[in-house]
C-alpha cells in the first residue's frame, strides 16, 4: 500500500480534534492557574510575619508572662536598649511556657512579636508550606506532573515538619 495519497478527515471531524485539544490546553492553562495562585496565596499570607522574623528592625527578647487561650502576653526588652520594657503580645503556639525567655522581633506598627531564629523563620512560612501541600494536589491531578507534585508536596511537608520540630524541642 503506498502512503502517498493520505485519506482525508472530513471538515467536523477536524473541528471536533481541534475543539478537543482547545479543551485539554484550556483545563492545563486553568490547573496552572489554580497551582500558581495557591503558592502565591502562601507567600503573601507568610510575608507579613516572615519578613520581621528574617530581617526585624526591632529585635529583643520577650519573657512571657500571662497566656489566654491564643495569645502570651509579656516584657520586651530591647536588644541593645536600656529603657522600660514594653508590654507585647506572642502567639501562644509559639511561646512555649510562661516565665519562658525568647528572641523576637517586633511587626512594625503593633504591640506584636514573632520569634527570630531558625524555629521562627520556619514557623513564619507554614502557610506557604501548606499551599505547597494543597498545590501538590492540582499538580498531580490536573496537570499530571507526578514528580514536580511530589517535590511540592515534599518541600511543603518539610517547612510544616521542621517548624514544628523546632519549636517543640
Known amino acids: ?6 485519506v482525508k478527515r472530513s471538515r467536523t471531524r ?10 485539554l490546553l484550556a483545563r492545563t492553562g486553568l490547573m496552572g492557574l489554580i497551582a500558581l495562585l495557591l503558592v502565591l496565596a502562601g ?3 507568610s510575608w507579613g510575619t516572615a519578613k520581621p522574623a528574617m530581617t526585624g528592625k526591632e529585635t529583643g527578647t520577650v519573657t512571657v508572662r500571662t497566656c489566654g487561650d491564643d495569645e502570651c502576653t509579656g516584657l520586651f526588652a530591647r536588644e541593645g ?4 520594657p514594653e508590654k507585647v ?5 509559639v511561646s512555649g511556657e510562661t516565665g519562658e525567655t525568647l528572641d523576637v522581633a517586633v511587626k512594625p506598627g503593633t ?21 505547597l501541600l494543597l498545590a501538590s494536589l492540582v499538580v498531580a491531578g490536573g496537570l499530571r506532573l507526578k514528580k514536580t507534585a511530589l ?12 517548624a514544628w520540630a523546632l519549636l517543640n524541642f
Request: aromatic residues 8%.
Open 1 to 6: 500500500m503506498s502512503t502517498d495519497n493520505p
Open 14 to 23: 477536524r473541528m471536533g480534534e481541534s475543539a478537543y485539544g482547545l479543551l
Open 43 to 45: 507567600v503573601w499570607t
Open 81 to 84: 536598649a536600656a529603657g522600660k
Open 89 to 93: 503580645t506572642v502567639a501562644r503556639s
Open 111 to 131: 504591640d506584636h512579636v514573632v520569634r527570630t531564629g531558625p524555629a521562627g523563620i520556619l514557623y513564619a512560612w507554614v502557610p506557604l508550606g501548606g499551599s
Open 151 to 162: 517535590g511540592m508536596g515534599l518541600f511543603g511537608a518539610l517547612v510544616m515538619g521542621g
